[in-house]
């Protein structure tokens, strides 16, 4: 693929120690840096200096379709009591045409934070959709 062409965003795979069923979508992949505000009194200058301050990730989201017997979402969230719980490092790699990857992104000490099974809805032709909230502690992103 030529350099200058971007990646289509719709060929992914997710590694997260859960059964081989692919995910529909993946999001909160973001970083930010708090920004902390500072002055010394004594200043002549009547604004406050910008600083970096800590990082904070997003919280990401993964969504793919309830099928028979898949509990994997209930049951690794069910891990969690009170300062404890199961933490994994989960993969997001974008793929090429010829499934090979492009960019991963190595996530850090996630947990699930919620699970969420969506809206029951008897005139609806659309698949029942389940999404587990992951928090992090970071990540990193390599490119292929």
Same mark, same amino acid.
């Given at each position: 693929m030529p350099s200058n062409i971007p990646f289509p965003k719709s060929h992914f795979r997710v590694d997260c120690g859960m059964s081989s069923v692919g995910f529909t979508e993946v999001s909160g992949l973001n970083m930010e840096i708090q920004v902390v505000e500072y002055r010394v009194g004594s200043s002549n200058d009547f604004s406050m200096q910008k600083i970096p301050g800590l990082r904070k990730f997003g919280t990401i989201s993964l969504?793919?379709?309830?099928?028979? /017997? @898949? =509990?994997? *979402?209930?049951?690794w969230i069910n891990t969690a009591a009170l300062n404890n719980v199961e933490r994994? /490092?989960?993969?997001?790699?974008?793929?090429? @045409?010829?499934? /090979?990857?492009?960019?991963?992104?190595?996530?850090? =000490?996630? *947990?699930?934070?919620?699970? @969420?099974?969506g809206t029951l809805d008897a005139k609806s032709n659309d698949v029942a959709i389940q999404q587990l909230d992951l928090a992090i502690e970071g990540f990193s992103v390599e490119f292929s």
């Open positions: 969504k793919r379709g309830l099928t028979p /017997n @898949d =509990n994997e *979402f209930f049951q994994r /490092n989960v993969t997001i790699t974008m793929l090429d @045409d010829e499934h /090979n990857p492009v960019v991963s992104w190595k996530i850090l =000490n996630a *947990f699930p934070s919620k699970v @969420d099974y």
